[in-house]
């Protein structure tokens, strides 16, 4: 088996081609016909993902955040990417990355976040043109009150906490929802008429939310982790008897609560 065997299963399922124009999808470090005997999955590619790489024998790393988003003017092991990728070269271990392409599918990032939620009647938020985009809007099988939704969310997505706007007033039965940092589709899901808007990162002044519209924060890793799972199952879809690991100690989360 080679990465290229690999990339082109990754590549049929969300096309580099519809990648943000600022993103760096795709293989960051090795060659596309490097041999593969074992694969291990993980949202961000850091030194401690590359240690557990070599311990378990895998030689390709397949993450959902890029290692390197621009270009890097030195590779240095005191900077944390320098490292990653100089420890990656010596052990002959090649990276991957599936990022907004995988968040452009109706089946990636943001379909997921709707299927923890049973979300029926599920369409890409702000559509391209080509059948793909960023963000999902669909609508719950019942009706909620905000309490009852706030409710949902937390335990569908294992959260202690999250931050919301002021709670509405009225029903929430249409939820639009966007993983990772997507305050930029706030006012694509109000033209949708969705009563909820679920992402991470949203900034302090988008909290100040009209009438009939709330916001959750959810957190950019929380809503994003699932997305490993998704690549692994299609990964085993397609090659059942093939070595491939989800990290098993790794929370790469960098932001911690208390």
Not at 54 to 83: M, N, R, V
Not at 195 to 200: C, E, F, K, M, P
Request: hydrophobic residues 40%.
């Amino acid at each position: 088996m080679k990465v290229k065997d690999i990339i082109a299963v990754i590549e049929d399922f969300a096309p580099l081609s519809i990648q943000e124009g600022w993103d760096n999808s795709g293989l960051c470090v090795g060659s596309p016909e490097d041999e593969v005997s074992s694969i291990l999955l993980g949202l961000d590619c850091t030194e401690k993902l590359v240690d557990e790489a070599i311990e378990c024998g895998a030689d390709l790393i397949i993450t959902h955040h890029p290692l390197i988003f621009s270009g890097l003017k030195k590779i240095s092991p005191d900077d944390p990417i320098g490292a990653a990728v100089i420890k990656a070269v010596r052990n002959g271990i090649s990276i991957y990355a599936a990022h907004t392409n995988a968040d452009k599918v109706i089946a990636g990032v943001s379909g997921a976040m709707a299927a923890r939620l049973g979300l029926t009647d599920v369409e890409i938020l702000e559509e391209d043109g080509e059948g793909t985009g960023l963000g999902v809007v669909g609508n719950l099988p019942s009706p909620l009150s905000a309490k009852e939704a706030i409710a949902l969310v937390k335990d569908r997505f294992s959260l202690k906490m999250m931050k919301t706007s002021a709670p509405v007033e009225c029903p929430v039965r249409r939820i639009a929802m966007c993983g990772g940092s997507g305050g930029s589709l706030i006012r694509s899901a109000q033209k949708a008429g969705a009563q909820l808007y679920i992402s991470g990162d949203i900034s302090y002044h988008n909290f100040f939310t009209p009438e009939g519209f709330m916001i959750m924060d959810i957190g950019h890793y929380e809503s994003e982790i699932e997305i490993v799972d998704i690549l692994f199952s299609l990964i085993k879809k397609n090659f059942p008897t093939f070595a491939v690991r989800i990290t098993q100690n790794i929370n790469s989360n960098p932001i911690y609560y208390f």
